[in-house]
């Protein structure tokens, strides 16, 4: 067999050698640079340890503690007994009892009608978005939207995108009104085009939180509908929340019961109130009966000054060609 490369080739295919002669050329230099990974030897938690060497986890979005929860892992166990690794690729070997199991906790936590799940955050919104809207269809976005909900809209074709600045409530009123004015002219099958508002709910670099109401209800003035992704608050913010924790230690048998009320005051403004009991029985045999109440006030980082300016460099999308 003679590689199609080397044999005899017209001139146009002479030409694609050449471009392909450099691409290795360019690899080539990549692999002699020997760029390797940091390599994380340690399973996902507050701390992490790279090489031997214990670090504080600052890069992670693993808000809810789930890698380390012990139910959690048992559960896993449990399932992967049951069912075997994995449940096979669903839109090829159907939707499996777990799915539906999964999907119908995740509706029931939301308070949804249903829930459906993705593989990831960035093929939900390249699904959500290309399910609702057509290529005539209309796009409101906040300028810092992850990078996943704008390769979304490019994936799904759509032409019309109207883009307004980070949270200018004034900016995004602007952008609709001009979003209204085309809805008027009708798509190619005479319906009128469909208007979506997309944010994100925490936004992804800077912690700052949208602002929900006032996008809801100028969506509404202006017939549009909003859709939120929601990656870095769920199960983190709500109006109202009330944990349970129910802590049993091993060494000095101890025992403790927190319940904790957070209440989102408005976006910014959050009042967590927790009251814990705890009873602890030490070798020394003496037993102690301790009750805190605590109450926090706190801030979240909302608007910083100049606030437009990326964290860290290379970051997740919000500098790229929207
Ligand atoms: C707001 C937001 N949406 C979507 C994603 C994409 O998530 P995934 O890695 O699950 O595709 C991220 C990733 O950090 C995100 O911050």
Redesign the pocket.
Known sequence: MVPIGICDLPHASTAGMATTAKLWSRLSAAQAKKTTPRVVNSSQGARLTIGGKDYLNFCS?HYLGFAEEPRLKQAAQKAIEVHGLGTGYRTLSGTHQLHVDLEAAIAKFKGTEAAVCFT????A?ASAVQTLLGKEDIVVSDQLN?A??IDAVKVAGVQNKFRYDHSDMGDLEKQLKAANELQKTPKKNGEHPLILVIT?GVF?MDGDLAKLPKIVELAKKYDALTMV?D??GEGVLGAVRVRVRLGLGRGSARCALTLRLTLRLTPTLTLSLSLSLSLSLRLTLSLRLRLSLSLSLTLSRCGRPGGRQPLRAGG?GRHRDR
């Open positions: 979005s990831s955050a960035y093929a919104n992850h996943s909900i994100d992804s992704d990656a870095h997740r």
